[in-house]
């Protein structure tokens, strides 16, 4: 399922292709039972990846747990990962958090995008 998503994304930003695979294990390597979404956002998801210039934004978000953020990259590729908890989640969207908001509008969701509906429900 997350190969199948992780191509939308591919398809939208025709320079990964060289690191698709390295970004599906990446991907994979953060994705666990407490997992609820993971999203692509950002000028990756609008497909306007910009070799040289643009990283790769993601957001997961865990049944529970404290706001993380890690940078890593691959091939010269800069990743941010920003994890959130549920409710952590629920009040950065209630505080109209530009990210976390248009990631979950406009992000390509690799995981949970059925999950979307009972979020905004929370608000």
Do not use: C, H, W
């Not at 990446?26 to 210039?53: M, P, Q």
């Amino acid at each position: 399922m997350l190969r199948e998503r992780l191509k939308l994304v591919i398809e939208k930003n025709p320079p990964l292709r060289e690191i698709e695979d390295d970004l599906l294990n990446l991907i994979s390597s953060i994705d666990s039972e407490d997992t609820l979404i993971i999203i692509v956002a950002g000028s990756t998801a609008e497909g306007r990846y910009v070799s040289g210039i643009s990283d790769i934004d993601i957001l997961v978000i865990k049944k529970a747990g404290p706001p993380t953020s890690r940078i890593t990259s691959i091939k010269d590729i800069n990743v941010e990962i920003t994890f959130l908890g549920l409710d952590d989640a629920v009040e950065a969207l209630k505080s109209k958090n530009y990210f976390i908001s248009q990631a979950l509008d406009k992000g390509i969701y690799l995981k949970g995008e059925e999950i979307k509906k009972t979020i905004l429900n929370l608000l």
